[in-house]
């Protein structure tokens, strides 16, 4: 049984989707994307802007600068800044209509022999709980969805009565905890504050797991995301009776200089080696600049598989935003085919096992 760790569904993007109005839905992507890897280009002749359109005055919501942020067609982004057009390539170029429904997944997973794709969440893609919901029910044994909370609310009850719902009455499997939302607050807070305490509680009791995703978009952004790597090992040995996956792999490789980029900072070995702590493997998609196999991949995966163990890494693709940079096919072959110092049966383990574990399904 093949599992993939990381697929989304969606409606289009900047609609309205539960409680989150397409408004705020623009402010989160618009935050999301301010440094984005793939890099701002100007409309009208092409060339990649010097800097980013969207630089803010701070790190918070309300730092962002008024530039007309739009969803276009294509799979692009767009804003205006002094009366230049700007866009982003960042999704697929074949995503037309800026949208994502099961049926795609399932024609994705139904082609490479995928059996089962564990649907994130996150505010980027809208407030998604009962859509993900009905995606589960209309296809048992393919989809185990993710509950999505207002992290920057998690210590009011209405978030935990959430999360509880999500779980109990429609059927999802884990909490998305996506760090980057308490850029709400303006970072008053963080993600091992005691005032989250009862939401763990919440979690302990319905025995899920925590998908952590720990990118805040600050403009630091590498001094940042190491200071939610120092926060997620914290926590993880004070609550190490709860399961959770280090999500999106090694994310310094698109933050550190070009010399320094394929190490792994020690911030990042010491939270990963907590013992209920996984790691989705997503190394795919880190150095777009780099050609497949990706040889830089195979060795930092063999030091994690060293360090860390077989039983502790899961396969992540990020479909259908992977196609940005490889296909489907190549996001599961870079290892299949070619992580040489892997045994069949710990590819085993890494492409379905693990995940199952974590989920408590029958492996087969």
């Not at 900072?265 to 790691?279: A, G, I, R």
Request: proline share 6%; hydrophobic share 40%; net charge negative.
């Amino acid at each position: 049984m093949i599992i993939d760790a990381h697929a989304h569904v969606f409606p289009r993007l900047g609609t309205d989707s539960g409680d989150q109005a397409a408004e705020t839905q623009l402010q989160i992507i618009q935050h999301h994307v301010q440094f984005h890897s793939q890099g701002w280009r100007r409309r009208r002749d092409g060339l990649r802007a010097d800097d980013s359109p969207l630089m803010p005055a701070g790190d918070g919501i309300v730092d962002m600068p008024d530039v007309d942020f739009r969803i276009a067609k294509h799979g692009q982004l767009e804003c205006t800044v002094d009366g230049e057009d700007y866009y982003l390539q960042w999704y697929p170029c074949w995503s037309q209509d800026m949208a994502a429904p099961p049926e795609l997944m399932i024609a994705y997973m139904d082609y490479l022999g995928v059996d089962m794709a564990v649907l994130q969440h996150d505010h980027i893609y809208g407030s998604l709980n009962e859509i993900l919901g009905d995606c589960m029910n209309r296809y048992p044994g393919r989809f185990l969805p993710l509950a999505q909370i207002r992290e920057w609310e998690a210590d009011q009850e209405l978030q935990w009565c959430r999360l509880e719902h999500a779980v109990e009455t429609l059927g999802l499997r884990g909490l998305y905890f996506a760090v980057e939302s308490l850029a709400f607050t303006g970072w008053a807070d963080r993600l091992d504050d005691a005032k989250f305490e009862p939401l763990w509680e919440t979690v302990r009791r319905l025995e899920i797991p925590v998908f952590w995703y720990l990118y805040t978009s600050h403009r630091n952004r590498l001094g940042s995301y190491l200071e939610q790597v120092v926060r997620l090992d914290r926590w993880a040995k004070s609550h190490p009776d709860i399961p959770c996956v280090y999500t999106h792999g090694i994310e310094t490789i698109v933050m550190r200089p070009p010399e320094e980029r394929f190490d792994i900072p020690v911030e990042v070995l010491t939270c990963l080696k907590n013992p209920n702590l996984s790691l989705e493997v997503m190394l795919q998609l880190m150095a777009p600049d780099t050609e497949y196999p990706f040889p830089w991949a195979q060795d930092m995966l063999k030091r994690l598989y060293d360090e860390l163990g077989p039983e502790k890494l899961i396969w992540g693709s990020d479909m259908p935003a992977a196609e940005r940079s490889v296909t489907y096919r190549q996001a599961m072959d870079y290892v299949r085919l070619h992580a040489e110092f892997m045994s069949e049966e710990d590819k085993s383990l890494f492409f379905g096992g693990n995940a199952a574990r974590l989920f408590g399904l029958e492996w087969i």
